[in-house]
């Protein structure tokens, strides 16, 4: 005995040719009169044609926005978290400028100023005879400005034994103002007597004049 077996509807067979020959045959002046196949592939291709325009125009600006103001966003909060360390630091970092202000204010008051040059120079020559050194040479230089102080160089020769330039050495580092003694050279000489070459080198604060004068002529 055989057994029948159920089947649904036949599913009608597509038609390549025909189809293609709906396409052909289209009258532009009467869609209305258009096979069903050709509406619908039309109907299609409008629709994508439409979504992707819309995509292009309308959602890809708003997209680029959206991605712009994440960015700041994330700009901002990087700002935020910077300011708000700051603002929890802020104590600390006034103690800390007090600080530097007092010590840049003792390091200035060791800087002559125009007026005390002269006696700063009347310091270091009375620091070598007071030990019993020979002035050969103690020539000033022309000072060499630099950002709000100038450097005034002094050529020095002296003459003395190893022990009066050592104290001699010692009394400038004792003196109030800034003196460096630099390019040292000895020589030895009659009885045992050393010359002693150096460029000592003292340091003045320009007023606020001088700076501003500096400030024109560096930006000329």
Known sequence: MKLKTASGPALPKFDFQQFAEDFRTLDPRDPGLWPF???VVILLLVFVVLIAALGWFGWKPQLDELDAAREQENTLRQEWLAKKQQAVNLEAHRKQLE???RTFGALLKQLPNASEVEKLLV???QAGVGQGLQFELFQPMPEAPK???AELPIKIRLTG???ELGAFAGDIAKLSRIVTLNDISMEVGKDSLLTFNTI???FRYLDDEEVARQKKGAKK
């Open 147 to 149: 950002d709000f102080y």
């Open 161 to 163: 034994t190893y022990h």
């Open 200 to 202: 000592a080198k003292t």
């Open 37 to 39: 196949a050709p509406k």
């Open 123 to 125: 310091d270091i020559n």
């Open 99 to 101: 600080e530097i202000n």
